[in-house]
């Protein structure tokens, strides 16, 4: 039994037939194993850049070549540091997003196929999946990442593809906003207790403080609060509600930074305004209603689901919700989208690890013998199936299933 089987080979811990579930995020990765109600591992989605040794982010590449080295390196850790088992003959599922870089699955393919021999892989689309964690079949799957926030459709099990939506509003916009503010608001208590405006102390905040001070400090304030801050803002004879208590954060060890309630309450406001084109969250969700056929928007509209690390934020589901109803109920949707009523599902896991979850349920069904790509299929073909690929998806391919 080779070493770094480690228990799974005696059959105490994995099966050798057990199959793992990755969830590669832009921030952070979900790995784990089929049939389990939680991911192994939640780990930051970076590399040990072979040149400087330091930290990198996994999709910061430069060409293919450089994301293969990445990719090789980063599903070494998670198979022999963090999950213990070895890949070869063993399946996997991994759990994509439908609007990842074609570069980036096939290059996650010809890693695990080439590199690491897995018997198996199947790509399942993450909005898709994470409506199974629900039960149900149809949904409208908002995922509120690092990066971005991406919206499909499903209905009855098929993804909409058309209707599909994204903005680059997600927890690193989040960050972005907090670091202006706090540089601009924020003051730090030196040890010997003189004060200074942070700005003066330091031009950046590492983004390890940022997310953190995020996580622990930030929430998302009410619609209606939220309205009286931004009438406020414009006519100053309104009254501004009162604002939430100021916290401390201990910074680098000797500084004590003190974080106003308005920094606090403001971070996440970023999301909420209206960009150039006037999207937020909320025309996103109505957008997307816009382009489903017209007897599936109630359907849709009364099964959102909402997921992602960003989703998990004090207040962030309440907002959201009371957003899109304001906005249906605004001039601009009232007449073309009369919806009676939205509403919110509460999905059985933590918010950022949902999608992971679906895939450890599909990965415990029959669907992974039956609808994976086999690592023989590759090799005789050297691509992967893809929606958007049309060699894939040709009219006599459509005509044979439908004849
Ligand atoms: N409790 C929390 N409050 C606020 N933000 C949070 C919380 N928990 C996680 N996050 C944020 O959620 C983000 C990570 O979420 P998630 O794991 O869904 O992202 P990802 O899958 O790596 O990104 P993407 O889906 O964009 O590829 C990070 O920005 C993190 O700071
Ligand atoms: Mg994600």
């Given at each position: 039994?080779?070493?770094?089987?480690?228990?799974?080979?005696?059959?105490?811990?994995?099966?050798?037939?057990?199959?793992?579930?990755?969830?590669?995020?832009?921030?952070?990765t979900?790995?784990?194993?089929?049939?389990?109600?939680?991911?192994?591992?939640?780990?930051?989605?970076?590399?040990?850049?072979?040149?400087?040794?330091?930290?990198?982010?996994?999709?910061?590449?430069?060409?293919?070549?450089?994301?293969?080295?990445?990719?090789?390196?980063?599903?070494?850790?998670?198979?022999?540091?963090?999950?213990?088992?070895?890949?070869?003959?063993?399946r996997?599922?991994?759990?994509?997003?439908?609007?990842?870089?074609?570069?980036?699955?096939?290059?996650?393919?010809?890693?695990?196929?080439?590199?690491?021999?897995?018997?198996?892989?199947?790509?399942?689309?993450?909005?898709?999946?994470?409506?199974?964690?629900?039960?149900?079949?149809?949904?409208?799957?908002?995922d509120?990442?690092?990066?971005?926030?991406?919206?499909?459709?499903?209905?009855?099990?098929?993804?909409?593809?058309?209707?599909?939506?994204?903005?680059?509003?997600?927890?690193?916009?989040?960050?972005?906003s907090?670091?202006?503010?706090?540089?601009?608001?924020?003051?730090?208590?030196?040890?010997?207790?003189?004060?200074?405006?942070?700005?003066?102390?330091?031009q950046?905040?590492?983004?390890?403080?940022?997310?953190?001070?995020?996580?622990?400090?930030?929430?998302?304030?009410?619609?209606?609060?939220?309205?009286?801050l931004?009438?406020?803002?414009?006519?100053?004879?309104?009254?501004?509600?009162?604002?939430?208590?100021?916290?401390h954060?201990?910074?680098?060890?000797?500084?004590?930074?003190?974080i106003?309630?308005?920094?606090?309450e403001?971070?996440?406001?970023?999301?909420?305004?209206?960009?150039?084109?006037?999207?937020?969250?909320?025309?996103?969700?109505?957008?997307?209603?816009?382009?489903?056929p017209?007897?599936?928007?109630?359907?849709l509209?009364?099964?959102?689901?909402?997921?992602?690390?960003?989703?998990?934020?004090?207040?962030?589901?309440?907002?959201?919700?009371?957003?899109?109803?304001?906005?249906?109920?605004?001039?601009?949707?009232?007449?073309?989208?009369p919806?009676?009523?939205?509403?919110?599902?509460?999905?059985?896991?933590?918010?950022?690890?949902?999608?992971?979850?679906?895939?450890?349920?599909?990965?415990?069904?029959?669907?992974?013998?039956?609808?994976?790509?086999?690592?023989?299929?590759?090799?005789?073909?050297?691509v992967?199936?893809?929606?958007?690929n049309?060699?894939?998806?040709?009219?006599?391919?459509?005509?044979?299933?439908?004849?």
């Amino acid at each position: 039994m080779p070493l770094f089987e480690g228990l799974g080979g005696i059959g105490l811990i994995n099966e050798k037939n057990t199959t793992v579930v990755l969830d590669i995020g832009t921030a952070y990765t979900k790995a784990g194993f089929a049939g389990e109600y939680g991911p192994r591992i939640i780990t930051r989605s970076e590399v040990k850049c072979r040149e400087t040794g330091k930290n990198i982010p996994l999709f910061q590449y430069k060409n293919e070549n450089e994301l293969r080295h990445h990719l090789v390196d980063f599903i070494h850790k998670l198979y022999f540091r963090c999950l213990l088992v070895n890949p070869k003959d063993r399946r996997v599922v991994v759990v994509e997003n439908l609007l990842c870089p074609t570069v980036v699955r096939n290059t996650l393919a010809k890693v695990l196929f080439r590199h690491y021999e897995v018997l198996s892989v199947l790509f399942v689309p993450s909005h898709l999946v994470a409506l199974m964690t629900l039960g149900i079949t149809t949904g409208l799957v908002l995922d509120l990442g690092h990066k971005e926030a991406t919206l499909m459709p499903i209905y009855e099990g098929v993804v909409v593809f058309h209707a599909w939506q994204a903005l680059p509003f997600g927890g690193s916009l989040i960050e972005k906003s907090l670091s202006e503010l706090l540089l601009d608001r924020a003051v730090a208590t030196t040890e010997d207790g003189t004060e200074h405006r942070l700005s003066s102390i330091m031009q950046d905040i590492p983004n390890r403080y940022l997310e953190d001070i995020k996580v622990r400090t930030c929430f998302v304030s009410t619609l209606e609060r939220s309205s009286c801050l931004q009438n406020n803002k414009y006519d100053r004879s309104i009254e501004p509600p009162p604002p939430p208590p100021s916290v401390h954060y201990p910074l680098e060890g000797h500084h004590i930074l003190t974080i106003p309630g308005t920094v606090r309450e403001l971070a996440a406001e970023s999301l909420f305004e209206r960009d150039q084109d006037a999207l937020t969250l909320a025309t996103l969700v109505l957008n997307a209603l816009l382009k489903c056929p017209i007897d599936t928007r109630h359907k849709l509209a009364e099964n959102l689901v909402i997921i992602g690390g960003t989703a998990s934020m004090k207040g962030m589901k309440h907002r959201i919700l009371a957003e899109v109803r304001a906005a249906a109920a605004s001039e601009q949707y009232c007449q073309i989208l009369p919806i009676p009523s939205f509403m919110l599902h509460h999905p059985p896991a933590k918010d950022n690890y949902v999608s992971w979850l679906g895939g450890a349920i599909l990965g415990a069904t029959e669907a992974v013998m039956l609808r994976s790509y086999h690592r023989d299929q590759y090799l005789a073909s050297d691509v992967v199936p893809d929606w958007c690929n049309l060699s894939f998806n040709t009219c006599e391919d459509r005509d044979e299933k439908f004849a």
